[in-house]
């Protein structure tokens, strides 16, 4: 497990109330978002799409990484893309097919 989402589990104790955590900006979590991967299988892959910690409501949102700003790469957005990934990265064995990783 990653030291992002250790340091969540920490603090919260429980997954459901994250509300009392101050969530990592998209540079502090190496959030980075790849625009030519926006029409790549999203079942296969390292992708916050198949990441436990992403929630598909109001165009993506993360229970680690703000929204808003800029990622490693300077491209700035106000979601978290389907398409992008961190380093806080865990798999969701329920959405992700390709089972390379999460054995």
Not at 27 to 53: P, R
Not at 70 to 80: A, N
Not at 82 to 90: F, I, S, T
């Amino acid at each position: 497990m990653s030291k992002i989402a250790e340091k969540i589990k920490e603090a919260t104790g429980a997954a459901g109330n994250l509300t009392k955590f101050k969530k990592f900006s998209k540079l502090k979590a190496s959030y980075v978002e790849y625009y030519k991967f926006s029409d790549s299988n999203l079942h296969e892959g390292y992708f916050c799409h198949n990441c436990i910690f992403w929630i598909d409501a109001g165009g993506g949102k993360c229970m680690l990484v703000e929204e808003k700003g800029p990622d490693v790469m300077g491209k700035v957005s106000e979601v978290i893309a389907p398409h992008g990934c961190c380093a806080g990265y865990e798999a969701d064995s329920n959405k992700i097919h390709d089972t390379r990783g999460t054995k």
